[in-house]
């Protein structure tokens, strides 16, 4: 059987993102953001974030092969699907200001913005998998609830609250994951480093709850998550499918218990 591989299976690895755990932080800002804030727009908003998050698979490979000065058969094909995804990306944020409740929703695209520069920074150089380019990716994808809340014509205390709620679940989770990763493969892992951002995590939902209390019921579900997570820091690791179906599900739990305070407060 021949080696090279086939244009179904380039097509697959130049678009496909292969980080399992995105699929979850990527659409958990969006499901929050149109269940509290309903809206044409914000599910606009919601599509581009997820346009966003699957773009990033061929971009990357376009610019590490362009940094690298090199062109490989991948190389032509990542840019063309990354074109055409940025341009659906285009329209789809065009779509969602002029539908949108005023232009308040660009603040949490501009503050996000860097963070997304921070993330790109790291993959132009195959660093991905850093913990860095991992938080701060993540942290501004929460921010996508904040645009749609306010496309939605919400208030500025709920938009900043839901994503530091959101912020704090991507806090406390990625670290653990990675740990749990580790301890699969016999590999070191830092239970002072979980024991920080678990801390700074609560801290977040905290923060969040004192700019809107009708997150109190978010924030219990992600002291929840944390606590559910350093139980199972000791006990046997599960398998990685395990790990990442079980973090799918507690993202859900806070979704549903914070929309449901809001929509109940």
């Not at 998050?53 to 000065?69: G, I, K, Q, S, Y």
């Not at 940025?86 to 969602?96: H, K, M, N």
């Not at 924030?219 to 079980?246: T, Y």
Request: hydrophobic letters at 55%; a positive charge; proline letters at 5%.
């Amino acid at each position: 059987m021949s080696s090279t591989a086939t244009p179904r299976s380039t097509m697959r690895s130049v678009s496909m993102p292969t980080e399992h755990g995105g699929w979850g932080l990527t659409l958990e800002p969006g499901l929050l953001g149109l269940l509290i804030e309903p809206s044409i727009a914000g599910l606009l908003l919601a599509l581009a974030a997820f346009g966003l998050f699957l773009v990033r698979t061929p971009l990357e490979l376009a610019l590490v092969d362009r940094w690298r000065r090199r062109r490989l058969d991948r190389t032509a094909m990542a840019e063309r699907v990354a074109a055409g995804e940025a341009a659906i990306l285009v329209v789809l944020v065009a779509g969602a200001a002029l539908l949108a409740d005023g232009n308040r929703w660009w603040v949490p695209v501009l503050v996000a913005a860097p963070l997304v520069g921070v993330q790109l920074a790291y993959d132009v150089r195959s660093r991905r998998r850093r913990l860095v380019p991992e938080l701060t990716g993540a942290i501004a994808i929460a921010g996508v609830v904040a645009a749609i809340v306010l496309a939605g014509g919400g208030s500025s205390a709920l938009a900043a609250a839901t994503w530091l709620l959101l912020a704090g679940r991507a806090v406390t989770s990625i670290p653990h994951v990675r740990a749990q990763i580790a301890r699969t493969h016999d590999r070191a892992w830092s239970p002072r480093l979980l024991l920080a951002t678990d801390a700074a995590a609560v801290g977040l939902g905290v923060t969040a709850a004192l700019i809107d209390r009708r997150l109190i019921a978010g924030v219990v579900a992600l002291v929840a998550l944390v606590a559910f997570q350093w139980v199972r820091r000791h006990q046997p690791v599960a398998p990685v499918k395990i790990i990442g179906i079980s973090q799918m599900v507690l993202g859900l739990v806070v979704v549903v218990w914070a929309a449901g305070g809001v929509l109940a407060g």
